[in-house]
Structures are given as C-alpha cells and as structure tokens.
C-alpha cells in the first residue's frame, strides 16, 4: 500500500477533482490518495465522484480554508 | 458501461471552448466516459495553434474584451487550455472531428492537432454516441 499526495491548493474549478482523478487512475487498489486544497466547491464534489465511482472516503479533515481528503483506491 | 457525457463543440468562442472542456473534465473525473464532437467554428480551435484564439461570445471588443477577462482568469489561477485539453486526454477523452465541416472549410488534416483527434466522423458518429449517453450538449 502505498501514500499518494496530490496538492491542489490555490488551484481552482476544475483542477482539484481532475487532478484527484489522475492520481486514482494512476494508484492501484489498496492504494491511499490523499488530497489538499482550498477550492471550497471540490471539498463537497470529491466525495460526491468518489461515490459515483465506488471508492471509500476515510477522512475528510479540514483547517482553517484548507481541506485534506483521504481515498481508498 | 452507458454513463458518458457527449458534447457536440459548434461554437469556436473561447469562454464557451471552456465550458465545453470544465464539463468534459469533470465528467471524466466523476468516471464518465466523454465524447467530443468538434464542428463549424469549434474545429478551427484544433487547428495547429488555433486552440487559445477564440473571441468572447460578448464584450470582445476587438479582443480589449478578452485580454481583460484572460487577465482576470488568471489572476483566479484558471487552467489554460491546452492543460485542460492535455488532462482530457490523459483522463481517456475521445475527439471527433467533423468530415464535413473539414470539406467545407477547406481544412485538412495536416493543419489539425491529430495527436487529439481519435475518430473523424459525422452525424451517423454524434447519434452513435449519444444515443445512450446520459448527458449530451450542444455548446
């Protein structure tokens, strides 16, 4: 199993759900994709195509304008 | 798998080149297939330079407009085009380029980013296409 870090932060609509996309394309199952960023819109549409696609959200954490999110390949 | 996204791309204005590519992106990122079908205008965009030289549908102003808006854009950290186009097809996008539109604007394939272009086709190619898709655009 392997950690898989995509940083989008600063980046806007609609980089950080491409970006996550590549990475989970590119990660094999067991695989962890975790990503930052500060697009407000991406923290609720990257649950919601990880959810169209089958694949576990393990956490979501969130700071200040900056949010991290964890897949499960 | 019948959960695709199909655009037909008439317009070769820049703003609406990328509402078609934000949708078509996102599509393949919520792990839709997608189906780009360039035509009339939209094609002169995947002419060999041609892809950032749209006007704006409105307030162009002899491109005083544009340089204005691309200005704000990038000041907002929007993707360029030709990232948007290289992530589409990295995330498998499919292109069809309009045979007709070629024979009656003259273009041939050697002016065309063929390095995009999967399939040429016509009408026969779009209906093929959308006719189970879920989404389908005329934009």
Wanted: proline share 3%; aromatic share 6%; hydrophobic share 40%.
């Amino acid at each position: 199993m392997t950690k898989i870090e995509v940083d989008t932060r600063g980046e806007t609509c609609p980089v950080p759900l491409v970006e996550c996309r590549k990475a989970l394309r590119k990660a094999t199952p067991g695989d962890e994709v975790i990503v930052t960023g500060t697009h407000p819109a991406s923290k609720k549409e990257i649950p919601m195509a990880c959810e169209s696609m089958g694949l576990e959200i393990i956490g979501i954490d969130e700071e200040a304008d900056e949010w991290k999110i964890r897949i499960k390949r | 798998m019948s959960n695709k996204t199909v655009i037909i791309v008439h317009s070769g204005d820049m703003d609406k080149l990328y509402s078609a590519l934000i949708i078509a992106n996102g599509s393949l990122s919520m792990g839709m297939e997608v189906s780009l079908y360039f035509t009339f205008w939209g094609l002169e965009r995947l002419k060999k330079g041609g892809l950032e030289k749209g006007p704006f549908s409105k307030m162009n102003f002899l491109g005083l407009g544009k340089w204005m808006v691309k200005s704000r854009m990038k000041k907002a950290n929007v993707a360029p085009l030709e990232k948007m186009m290289t992530d589409f097809k990295e995330l498998g996008g499919k292109i069809i380029a309009c045979e007709m539109t070629m024979e009656i604007m003259g273009i041939k394939q050697e002016q065309l980013r063929t390095e995009w272009i999967d399939e040429y086709g016509a009408v026969g190619t779009y209906v093929h296409e959308a006719k189970d898709a879920e989404i389908t655009l005329f934009i």
